[in-house]
């Protein structure tokens, strides 16, 4: 089935769910930001009731709160939730990687290949967004190949709190090129097919982002003491 086919049949609070994603992503929406449902009825030009499935879907996925007699907002990203993510991304995606080798056939190769390939058309851009989205394509390819169909369903369940902490990374990588050789060297290292040399690999992907983060995070504090 193609692409186009899938997002027809979807419901039109899902599509909606899916622009709203995009705006707070794209930083057009900011967390803590509240959402009227009026306005947003009025840009879409759909119902409330549209809108309120739409937010639904989004609470369901933590993008957004709903708070008794205030509204809803766009939640707020803190730094326990940066914690979380990177403990969880260490734990499944050095287990599904690891257990992908074995896995890996020629096609899963050139697909992977396609992908690096559109990330580098992405660095020509200094496109974040779009490496943003690409970097979820790899990652979630590689988990689905893992052979385990409860990693592969638990790491689906994460897709979208994964994007949202992915939107903070521009601010820490040197440049797109660096960001984009991480998975020149993860492809790298699942062609070579050694277990050991994959798990590294990943792990130093995911603490490299942590170190950052997390560093910054700390030094602001000490800053601020």
């Known amino acids: 089935m193609e692409e186009d086919d899938t997002i027809l049949q979807k419901p039109l609070s899902e599509l909606i769910a899916d622009q709203l994603k995009k705006r707070i992503w794209n930083e057009e929406m900011q967390f803590g930001e509240r959402l009227l449902e009026t306005e947003?009825?009025?840009?879409?030009?759909?119902?409330?009731?549209?809108?309120?499935?739409?937010?639904?879907?989004?609470?369901?996925?933590?993008?957004?709160?709903?708070?008794?007699?205030?509204?809803?907002?766009?939640?707020?990203?803190?730094?326990?939730?940066?914690?979380?993510?990177?403990e969880l991304r260490t734990l499944i995606e050095a287990q599904a990687f690891t257990k992908a080798v074995s896995r890996l056939e020629k096609e899963h190769i050139e697909?992977?290949?396609?992908?690096?390939?559109?990330?580098?058309?992405?660095?020509?851009?200094?496109?974040?967004?779009?490496?943003?989205?690409?970097?979820?394509?790899?990652?979630?390819?590689?988990?689905?190949?893992?052979?385990?169909?409860?990693?592969?369903?638990?790491?689906?369940?994460?897709?979208?709190?994964?994007?949202?902490?992915?939107?903070?990374?521009?601010?820490?990588?040197?440049?797109?090129?660096?960001?984009?050789?991480?998975?020149?060297?993860?492809l790298e290292a699942l062609k070579s097919r050694n277990v050991m040399h994959v798990n590294r690999q990943v792990k130093d992907h995911i603490e490299y982002v942590e170190e950052k983060l997390l560093g910054v995070s700390q030094n602001t504090k000490v800053e601020e003491a």
């Open 111 to 186: 697909k992977l290949d396609s992908i690096l390939a559109e990330m580098k058309k992405r660095v020509a851009d200094k496109d974040w967004n779009g490496l943003f989205d690409l970097d979820m394509k790899f990652h979630s390819y590689v988990v689905g190949l893992c052979g385990n169909s409860r990693i592969i369903k638990i790491y689906d369940s994460l897709q979208v709190q994964i994007r949202t902490f992915l939107m903070h990374l521009d601010k820490y990588y040197s440049s797109v090129e660096s960001f984009y050789q991480e998975h020149a060297d993860l």
């Open 40 to 86: 947003l009825a009025e840009t879409y030009d759909v119902s409330r009731s549209t809108i309120r499935e739409a937010l639904k879907i989004l609470e369901i996925e933590e993008l957004v709160v709903s708070k008794a007699r205030k509204g809803t907002y766009v939640a707020n990203f803190t730094e326990q939730d940066v914690n979380e993510i990177i």
